[in-house]
């Protein structure tokens, strides 16, 4: 028997992509952040290993790409900073100021 999250729409979204709808979803979901055991690797069509966290909606599954700008997004949500803005309006999320590390991992992002 099939599962019926089989037949969502599967969408892979960066934080250049990440909309108001979705960062609330996440931050819902995952209200303390996410850890490790909850990341998905997976391999691109480029060969390129991707981390990323998922959330499902009735028609959709999004793995949002994990980065040091989607984790202090989450941290600093505030769903009144959004409210001018449409749903799905990737615009609205802005990069954060994120102070500079030692860890050369994070300028990946």
């Known amino acids: 028997m099939k599962n019926k999250r089989d037949n969502l729409k599967r969408v892979i979204v960066d934080f250049?992509?990440?909309?108001?709808?979705?960062?609330?979803l996440l931050v819902e979901k995952y209200p303390d952040g996410y850890d490790e055991d909850q990341i998905i690797s997976f391999r691109n069509i480029n060969n390129?290993?991707?981390?990323?966290?998922e959330v499902?909606?009735?028609?959709?599954?999004?793995?949002?790409?994990?980065?040091?700008?989607?984790?202090?997004?989450?941290?600093?949500?505030?769903?009144?900073?959004?409210?001018?803005?449409?749903?799905?309006?990737?615009?609205?999320?802005q990069d954060p100021e994120i102070e500079p590390s030692d860890d050369p991992e994070d300028d990946l992002d």
């Open 16 to 24: 250049k992509k990440l909309t108001p709808e979705i960062l609330a």
């Open 48 to 53: 390129e290993i991707v981390e990323a966290v």
């Open 56 to 93: 499902i909606t009735e028609d959709t599954k999004y793995l949002v790409k994990v980065s040091s700008k989607l984790a202090v997004t989450m941290e600093n949500y505030d769903e009144d900073d959004y409210e001018d803005y449409e749903d799905d309006d990737p615009d609205a999320i």
